[in-house]
């Protein structure tokens, strides 16, 4: 598992602290098995059929645990995993993204904000859906280098190109 944690520790710097390296590498390691697709299906994770996109860069598909939601922040369980084309009629797991409901429902105020890994979540945000709640969210990119940092929402290195 070396090589877990040198992938992990290489983006954050020499001087991130010891727990959100801890956290990063223990992120990594409880999600080494979402690579395989089907074990994040059999883990309650619901795919989503678009893939997402911006100018700023791609996300990818989301896969969904909604037994997760609402429940406190665990960076070994995120509530959302994000997938992109591999290539050949699959999809490659490339970042985590923490989801968290903002308690007031009020895009205005952020008394709640969370943080994971010494970061706050981005947002408050709309709910990406209609329906769904207005929420904080943070990306992590442990599974595909990201030009614009470990915790930037959008990849602009990813492709959603099939």
């Known amino acids: 598992m070396a090589g877990v944690a ?3 520790l290489a983006p954050v710097g020499a001087h991130a602290d010891s727990t959100v390296r801890k956290d990063l590498v223990a992120a990594k390691r409880a999600t080494a098995k979402y690579q395989d697709e089907a074990r994040a299906i059999a883990d309650g994770y619901i795919p989503s059929d678009e ?11 989301h896969y969904v645990n909604p037994y ?11 509530e959302v995993l994000v ?3 591999d290539g050949y009629g699959g999809r490659k797991l490339v970042a985590l993204e923490y989801f968290y409901v903002d308690a007031d ?3 205005e105020t952020d008394d709640d904000r969370p943080y994971l890994f010494g970061r ?5 945000d709309e709910g990406p859906a209609p329906g769904l709640p207005v929420n904080y969210t943070l990306h992590v990119w ?3 280098h990201n030009p614009s940092g470990l915790f930037s929402p959008w990849n602009p290195a990813g492709s959603c190109e099939v």
Do not use: H
Request: net charge negative.
């Open 142 to 144: 442990l599974w595909q």
């Open 68 to 78: 997760l939601i609402d429940r406190e922040l665990d960076p070994r369980t995120p």
């Open 105 to 107: 429902q009020d895009v």
């Open 6 to 8: 040198l992938a992990v």
């Open 51 to 61: 893939c997402v996109e911006s100018p700023e860069g791609v996300m990818g598909y």
């Open 83 to 85: 997938y992109q084309p």
């Open 120 to 124: 706050p979540f981005d947002g408050p």
